[in-house]
């Protein structure tokens, strides 16, 4: 049973503060947590402060045990982040990549397992057919998707994901998100995932986080943050906010209200 806790935290680059003593309720075994914000509101600082890429204050906990507790080895195995850029343009293959950095990882999986582990990534995000073709063929979403298959490959208890549907068309935006539910569901872990689609994250986040300036302004199920009121305070907008079939926040933006300050 894997659970995440943030208590007080903060992110500076330099004297610059970006992440002002945010704390979310504990995100529990097989919960996805969405972060949402403007650009530059520090979601994806935050996903790097809980990778351990970025330096913090304040508590990050996995399981109860700081992150700073954990050993590299340890931590790599148990936790994976996919960035927001793709990877690198390169004449390296996809299933070269993907391989390379597993053995790099020492997963402790025979050659027959972690080829099986890989070909059911491939096939799971259609590329089956392009695992042979040198990545810089591929266009920005095959990239993004094979991003996304660096960090699953892992078999993490946290899985980070920072925009991972930004490059996609809706069938790939909503197939992704439904592998890590699924993930969630059958394996369980805890997710993070900073989007800006407001549709995925009402749809497909068993909590959601609204930063704005570094600051968290609110926290809770889709329905307590999605509001007409945080919707105005954050993005600038008048909106309408019905409930869908499946009793989600169903948000429809009527107009802009005023320039961001």
Known sequence: ?????????????????????????????????????????????????????????????????????????????????????PPSLSALRPVELVWSTARTLDLGLSDRALGARIDGLFASLGLEALAMAPLATLSGGKRQLVGFALAMVRDPDVLLLDEPTSALDLYWRLSLMDIVRDRLATRGGVGVVAVHDLDIAARYCDRLALIHRGRLVAAGTAGEVLTRENLAAVYSVDSEITTDAAGRPDVRVLRVAHPPE
Do not use: C, F
């Not at 947590?33 to 330096?55: D, F, I, M, V």
């Not at 590299?72 to 994976?80: E, I, L, M, T």
């Open 1 to 85: 049973m894997t659970r995440l806790s943030l208590e007080g935290v903060s992110v500076a680059y330099g004297r610059h503060r970006v992440i002002h003593d945010v704390t979310i309720p504990t995100v529990e075994d097989g919960q996805l947590l969405g972060l949402l914000g403007p650009n530059a509101s520090g979601k994806s600082t935050l996903l790097r402060a809980l990778s351990r890429e970025h330096p913090a204050t304040g508590r990050i906990t996995v399981d109860g045990r700081a992150i700073q507790d954990y050993g590299h080895a340890d931590w790599y195995r148990a936790v994976a982040a996919m960035p927001q850029a």
